[in-house]
């Protein structure tokens, strides 16, 4: 019987966790304090499941003097079993597939069905419906585990197929410091510029089903990302106030207001083959963001971002984007299921790019201003249902001595005047899944201001354990 | 000019230590649900701050992680979490944010209630989410349960006595005083309830399962068809059935919930629709652990036309 009730105490501690990992390297000596620390819990654990397991045995005399005669009934045998059945499932449980060290594993898809009223139309986001008929948006599979008590990694690998063809790559693996000193945290790896508010959201955390014109226009189809390192502090105010300096490679795709890809064009700009050479040939960001509550049910989030970095239409050519960013949510204290909910989102991005001179094409040095904004409302006004609206403007000056045989249709639509406005519905049949019915009424300066309608119908699914999203 | 260093150098080092270090000796305890946050401040007295990040009236399990919350966490000397994936959704990537490695798992600042009860519903077979948003470990609203109460009341002194051996006396105290007063308001409350043991009733979620089975009562079915899944009409159907089958007249739900579907229950077969709170807070008459049985067990009483005795 003894023998039995240790067995147990001993497994539920090991299932609790209170095993202490630390033991197995070379400890110094805050170490050993904090095994010392830990020892001292299990001990305690040890005593307590002691006395949890003398309490069993004397239950429901000591604990409920006027327990219910149902409970008398129960034997201290049958509570045993019952503890050694909870221990079981947990360690079964606890688990998962192989073993408790595996990453979380998840994978989210989503895709559309897409109408346009022009078969060129003005969607060029990676993830956005591009085509008429049927669009694979984006199948993201996520791991994030432990790597050990320093770090935690997120690994975001991602699928799109355009007309048939799949590609595969490599979104993002960084890793986030678990212990550094000093409210410091490290982020390093290959990651999205926290730049703003969307740029580091994925797909299924967007509220509408494409990217907003302005990140496109300056950041890319795919959004600003690259390997890098990122240092952030968590300033000691009463309030939440966090600074963030960057530094990242700003080359590829990817990085389309950097050093983008050699023998593209920027409004008649050929890039050239710029690699990093120099400290000074990186991707710099600071960022500062904060939030309050100014009633319990009303909490705001505010950042300010500036990116400065080299661009590759001269030698020594460089680019400034600057943004401000807010969120302001409203949920009451009794929401169920997070519903109802306001939620209003607006960034604003400036972006001053020092251009050429293209001394092949002839054309003079300039420089290319662009900004813009996007600002959307969102209610989710019934527990599974949430209905949006949100409005895009764009504007650019410079780049106009290029002859326009040397712009592209593709470059032409990425400057000038345009502004969009998008109502959508979505239904979530559960936090797992979303339908959401999205209408786009698109004018653009490039195609002399006439209206461009889209209608998409999104689908997405989400399995397994998808880790938590930051607010 | 050295001595004008010097003095800089004193007044940022004494900035930083009092930022490092302050002198404040009270624990400062985070809690992720009033009722957690309860039965803390039972234990630490007035040697523990201790402060709730989801309201009394929330839906614990989409509680939005607000950025104030990193801020609060990253002050703190303790977490206290009910795990069992109650606060899956929302709570680790506050941790994460919060660099504060004395509420990482493992740590004694890490108490997770979850490790110390005994979980009702855990699931035996084979489970997928077509079963709803089912809980792989068992039901997590088990401080419903006073002697659940009891045992996490149990384990945070235990934690806070590692934290502060100074004032583990003081800790081990309150927890006794706690401990014995749930004893006596439970040989209370159950007498009070003995005339409701074996009643037949129907929940919206499965919130009240450990309070039903602690007091006799016996929960046949729920609104929703699934955990966490909206009533449907065919289910809503097969329920009107079971009730009046089995005679069910009481529908037990958090004030909270759309109120639609059970008062078209109610109407269809004649049961009342009862509503009391699932957490410290989730009315204004719950404010502490021991006042949140008071008021449920006043609420049902009241109801079943029942006097106090």
Redesign the interface.
């Known amino acids: 019987m003894h023998t039995r009730i240790y067995a147990c105490a001993v497994l539920?501690v090991l299932v609790?966790?209170?095993w202490?990992?630390t033991a197995f390297a070379a400890p110094t000596g805050t170490e050993i304090e904090d095994l010392k620390?830990?020892m001292?819990?299990m001990e305690?654990?040890l005593r307590?499941l002691r006395?949890?397991v003398e309490q069993l045995e004397t239950q429901p005399s000591s604990?409920?003097?006027?327990?219910?005669t149902?409970n008398k009934g129960i034997k201290t045998e049958q509570r045993l079993k019952?503890?050694e059945?909870?221990v079981g499932?947990?360690k079964a449980?606890?688990r998962g597939l192989l073993s408790p060290f595996n990453p979380k594993i998840s994978v989210n898809g989503i895709f559309s069905a897409a109408m346009f009223s022009d078969k060129d139309n003005l969607n060029f986001g990676d993830h956005d419906p591009q085509v008429q008929g049927f669009n694979v948006q984006n199948v993201e599979l996520h791991l994030q585990g432990t790597v050990d008590p320093y770090f935690?990694v997120d690994t975001n690998i991602v699928t799109t197929v355009k007309k048939g063809d799949t590609t595969i790559e490599l979104e993002e693996m960084y890793g986030?410091s678990?212990?550094?000193p000093?409210?410091?945290?490290l982020v390093a790896g290959q990651y999205f510029t926290r730049f703003g508010r969307q740029n580091r959201q994925h797909p299924h955390q967007w509220d509408f089903a494409d990217q907003p014109v302005i990140l496109n226009r300056l950041f890319g189809k795919d959004g600003l990302r690259g390997p890098g390192m990122q240092l952030s502090w968590?300033a000691?105010?009463?309030?939440?106030l966090?600074f963030i300096a960057n530094a990242q490679q700003a080359q590829g795709e990817i990085a389309t207001s950097f050093l983008s890809k050699p023998g593209e064009t920027i409004r008649g700009y050929s890039l050239l083959d710029r690699p990093v050479q120099k400290i000074g040939d990186l991707l710099y960001m600071p960022r500062v963001?904060?939030?309050?509550?100014p009633t319990?049910e009303l909490?705001v989030?505010m950042g300010g971002s500036t990116l400065f970095g080299p661009n590759a239409s001269g030698p020594n050519n460089t680019t400034i984007i600057y943004g401000g960013d807010l969120y302001v949510?409203w949920?009451p204290?009794?929401?169920?299921?997070?519903f109802p909910f306001v939620a209003w989102q607006t960034e604003y991005l400036f972006r001053d790019y020092e251009a050429g001179p293209d001394n092949a094409n002839g054309i003079p040095a300039d420089r290319l201003k662009d900004f813009g904004l996007y600002s959307q409302l969102v209610y989710g006004f019934y527990?599974?249902w949430a209905a949006g609206v949100r409005i895009d403007y764009v504007n650019s000056s410079g780049g106009g001595a290029a002859v326009p045989f040397l712009i592209s249709q593709a470059q032409r639509d990425l400057a000038g005047e345009r502004w969009r406005l998008s109502p959508n519905l979505t239904f979530y049949p559960?936090?797992?899944s979303k339908f959401r019915l999205q209408y786009n009424l698109d004018f653009a300066e490039s195609r002399r201001r006439e209206a461009v309608h889209g209608v998409f119908l999104q689908v997405e699914f989400n399995?397994g354990e998808h880790?938590?999203?930051?607010? | 000019m050295e001595n004008r260093m010097l003095l800089l150098t004193v007044l940022a080092g004494g900035f930083f230590m009092a930022w490092a270090y302050p002198s404040d000796a009270k624990l400062n305890v985070i809690a992720s649900t009033p009722d957690l946050a309860a039965i803390a401040r039972e234990v630490g007295g007035d040697r523990a701050d201790v402060t709730s990040l989801a309201k009394g009236t929330e839906d614990p399990h989409f509680v939005d992680p607000k950025p104030s919350f990193i801020r609060i966490l990253n002050q703190a000397d303790a977490l206290i979490e009910g795990g069992a994936d109650l606060e899956v959704g929302w709570l680790p990537p506050l941790v994460l944010n919060a660099r504060n490695p004395k509420i990482h798992l493992g740590q004694p600042g890490r108490i997770v209630a979850a490790e110390v009860v005994r979980l009702l519903e855990v699931p035996t077979g084979q489970i997928d989410r077509s079963m709803g948003d089912v809980h792989p470990f068992g039901n997590p609203h088990f401080t419903l349960d006073p002697l659940n109460g009891k045992l996490i009341a149990e384990r945070i002194k235990e934690r806070l006595c590692v934290l502060s051996a100074a004032d583990c006396p003081f800790f081990t105290t309150n927890a006794k005083q706690v401990e014995d007063k749930i004893d006596s308001r439970l040989a209370l409350w159950q007498k009070q309830m003995a005339p409701l043991r074996g009643t037949k009733v129907v929940t919206y979620h499965r919130s009240y399962s450990y309070l039903a089975e602690r007091f006799g009562l016996q929960v046949l079915n729920t609104i929703e068809p699934k955990p966490g899944i909206p009533p449907s009409a065919s289910h809503a159907r097969d329920l009107i059935t079971q009730m009046k089958a089995e005679g069910v007249k009481l529908i037990l739900m958090e004030p909270n919930r759309e109120r639609k579907t059970p008062a078209f229950l109610a109407q269809q077969t004649g049961a009342r629709v009862v509503m009391i709170p699932s957490m410290v807070g989730g009315s204004k008459e719950a404010g502490d652990y021991l006042a949140l049985f008071d008021h449920i067990v006043k609420t049902l009483l009241m109801d079943a036309g029942q006097q106090l005795p």
Do not use: C, M
């Not at chain 1, 000691?236 to 939440?240: A, D, G, H, I, Q």
């Not at chain 1, 204290?333 to 997070?338: E, L, Q, S, T």
């Open positions: 539920f609790s966790g209170g202490p990992q620390k830990q001292a819990v305690e654990q307590f006395r949890k604990a409920a003097p006027e327990a219910p149902e019952d503890l059945l909870q499932q947990q449980a606890s935690q986030t678990l212990a550094l000093a409210n410091l945290q968590l000691p105010t009463p309030f939440y966090e963001v904060t939030s309050f509550e319990e909490t989030a949510k949920k204290v009794d929401h169920v299921k997070g527990e599974r559960s936090e797992f399995i880790a938590a999203h930051t607010f």
